[in-house]
């Protein structure tokens, strides 16, 4: 790690409540990453979607932060977006100065992923699609199946995780650098 750099590339990871993108900063970030999870209290009854198929008893209220040195000069910062509708609000903030994104999808809440899927293609953010595959998750979609449930074009790339496991993650934001470096090509190369 160095102690400058030239270039920062922030990067956003969104996707719906529990799909692991908490998880998937800690995973990757090369410093221990910065994260707003708060205990899930009564207040939240009746206002947060919590029903599914994951017990869980934290949520990220803000945004989660991590970062990953390319080079001597050159570093990713990460930002984990929150999933729960009510601080969907945040998101237009966090889009601001992206270079891409990417979108975690649970295959047992494939539907929890439109929301990050239009707001994306709304703001023209690249991104790539990450299937994190939960241990207990029933139905092995693959991915073909998912794109066609989520309606992706076939530019849209697509991969499987396990946002626990530091490699995973690394293939994902490997496969967004890739997409957006070939979208540049693309650019620089019409006329």
């Known amino acids: 790690m160095t102690d ?8 956003v990871i969104v996707g719906g409540f529990g799909v692991g993108k908490t998880t998937l900063v800690r995973s990757v970030s090369e410093i221990r990453p910065l994260n707003t999870e708060e205990v899930m209290t009564q ?15 934290t949520t990220t209220v803000a945004f989660d932060f991590g970062r ?15 999933g729960q509708e009510r601080f969907w609000f945040l998101w237009d903030r966090l889009f601001a100065g992206t270079l ?17 899927i239009d707001r994306l ?10 299937v994190n595959r939960f241990d207990n998750d ?25 946002a626990r496991v530091r490699a995973s993650g690394k293939h994902v934001l490997i496969s967004l650098v890739n997409h957006l470096h070939e979208l540049a090509t693309a650019r620089e190369t019409t006329p």
């Open 138 to 162: 029933p139905a092995a979609f693959t991915l073909k199946e998912i794109r066609q449930a989520l309606s992706l074009g076939p530019h849209v790339p697509m991969v499987d995780c396990d």
């Open 43 to 57: 207040a939240g009854v009746g206002v947060d979607e919590t029903a599914g198929p994951m017990t869980k008893s």
């Open 100 to 116: 891409g994104a990417v979108v975690l999808v649970d295959t047992r809440r494939m539907s929890d992923s439109w929301y990050a």
């Open 4 to 11: 400058t750099t030239d270039t920062g590339l922030k990067i």
């Open 121 to 130: 293609e709304n703001h023209g953010t690249p991104f790539v699609v990450a």
């Open 68 to 82: 990953i040195s390319l080079n001597e000069r050159m570093v990713l910062y990460l930002f984990g977006a929150p």
